[in-house]
């Protein structure tokens, strides 16, 4: 029998709130760290160096948000001593938000790369291809955090499973990439700039993969990490 | 203790037990067991085996009649008038309820230690001595004597009164009060010790002692103990099992039980939801 995560109903109406609390702020700093991403694509894609720069410039927000809900969640430990779905809570928000804080590292070079192209006049018409990928990186942090929002073990699979044509799309993007390097080497240059964001993007969905993980984690009990999809699955179906 | 609440729509929740309640060579079996005090009944079919050399803790809300389910492990129940006790209860091969089994001999091999410390208001060695003396385990003073030092030793707390074992045992903290009563119970080489509440009325660095010694004792006994601390059940038992309104709700590793319940009741109790 699958147990409810009701946040609400414990005796203590004290530890309702701090609980609930807890869970926002990991929710806002989803929020922003998906903000940072977005912008940070934007930036790159549009050529917009001040947009680059505002994001770059941005993180320390991420930052600051991660070390207070740590410090939120070392207190509820203390104070509370969780059990159960309460301390697989508690778990998955520490984990969640050190994975959050490093999307928004990700997103932070996103920015730092979109000033330094734009900067030397190079046309987002050039790495169109990174466009498609950073939609799905989107679309991935967005379900992710979504399913985490919600508690939504299928919608945290499904996350896992689309994850997989982002690997696709970045292998094409590098192959790519070391063509147009070998035929114009005055290109290097920005085309390993070109890389660094693709493998920035690539690195967020991995992120956003792990958060999935915990989700299941949260909601059934079980440490799914480093198993395959299909193992997964099984395991779940116990 | 007695006290039971009569609630049908939870009963119909608890249709089964969850878990895994049965283990590989029990050192105590029981089955099917039903109490009743008068007509009322306070525990209602559990079966559940308690395996050798494990700690298992018996969690639940009060009245929920863990004590009382505890207490039928060594007939303390038969003492109360209006309390009946059916079902199986077997210490490896024998029925402890069986018409030959002297309940004073049973006691001697399943012990028990209370939630108030109990000592006898004789000296500290007599109050371990006692034991030994009345089931003629020591054939000579300097016997006893061994028995005396070892089971205090074994209680962790020969090192804190060895200078003054004629001293009244009611003079010692309540800390060390209870692991004499530990001391007592142990200096007749019981095979599993019963445990009521052993720490709820003593201070945070008197239960650690006594939950590290907890620790120390499952190399030799099986532990039996009711605890109304979570966080102690969570530290010192390798089993848990939750009772709920005279059921056994569920039984299960302690990690999991307190990572992952499979019971919603259990869920709800153990994270102090409303339930």
Redesign the interface.
Known sequence: ?D??L?LT????NR?NEELEEVRNLALNMGGLVEKQVSDGLKALLKAKSKLGEKVASSDYKVNAMEVDIDEQCTLILARR????????LVMSIIKTITDLERIGDEAEQLGMYAIKLADDNIKPSQFVELRHLGEHVKEMLHDALDAFARMDVEAALQTIEASSTLKEEYDAISRQLILQMMEDPRQIKNALRVHWCARSLERIGDHCENICEYVVYLV???DVRHVSIDEMKAELEE | MTQVIEAPDIHQAIKQTVGSPFTHKPKISTRNVDVFYDDKQAIFDVSLDIGSHEVIALIGPSGCGKSTYLRCFNRMNDTIQSCRVTGEFRLEEEDIYARGMDPVLLRARIGMVFQKPNPFPKSIYDNVAYGPKLHGLASNRAELDEIVVSSLQKAGLYEEVKDRLNASGTGLSGGQQQRLCIARTIAVSPEVILMDEPASALDPIATATIEELIDELRQNYTIVIVTHSMQQAARVSQRTAYFHLGKLVEVGDTNQIFTNPQHQLTENYITGRFG
Do not use: V, W
């Open positions: 029998m147990t409810d009701n109903q414990h005796i203590s530890f001593q969780p059990a159960a779905s309460d301390l697989r059934k009990g079980r």
